[in-house]
């Protein structure tokens, strides 16, 4: 059994870094790789704590707390290779935060589960708490979310498009 779960890891791997290389053009992997390679000190092709603290210190960072670089460390879900750093600099540009973390947030408005919140409940939330959305952009929201005839919106659907970028095809 734990062959397949390693393969399966790989092909998810696989599928994820031929994804996160067509986000950028081939100048800007460049760059990237560029970057890598002088943040990788030590040249194991892994970003380590070690790697950080090297490259900090010779920024002039030299007193950086171990609990930071373990921080910096810590955002990937594993050891940092190109391809993570790489998939690490494509979510940050894209400003979203993975689509289960999204989703976990919307769950905590769904306490029942049904995948879907009311829309005047979520109005009420975007348009006064926090970074308020106008009235323009809740119009914007609805035009591109629409809510269903009990005036529930799909949550995980506006979590797709938040993270994959276009909608989910409902054929």
Known sequence: MAPKKAKRRQQQGEGGSSNVFSMFEQSQIQEYKEAF?????????????????????????????NEELEAMVKEASGPINFTVFLTMFGEKLKGADPED?????FKVLDPEGTGSIKK?????????????????????????????????????????????GEDKEEE
């Open 120 to 164: 005047e409940f979520l109005e009420e939330l975007l348009t006064t708490q926090c970074d308020r959305f106008t009235a323009e952009e809740m119009a914007n929201l609805w035009a591109a979310f629409p809510p269903d005839v009990a005036g529930n919106v799909d949550y995980k659907n506006i979590c797709y498009v938040i993270t994959h």
């Open 37 to 65: 390679t002088i943040i990788d000190q030590n040249r194991d092709g892994i970003i380590s704590k070690d790697d950080l603290r090297d490259v900090l210190a010779t920024m002039g960072q030299l007193n950086v707390k």
């Open 101 to 105: 973390v999204i989703v976990s947030a």
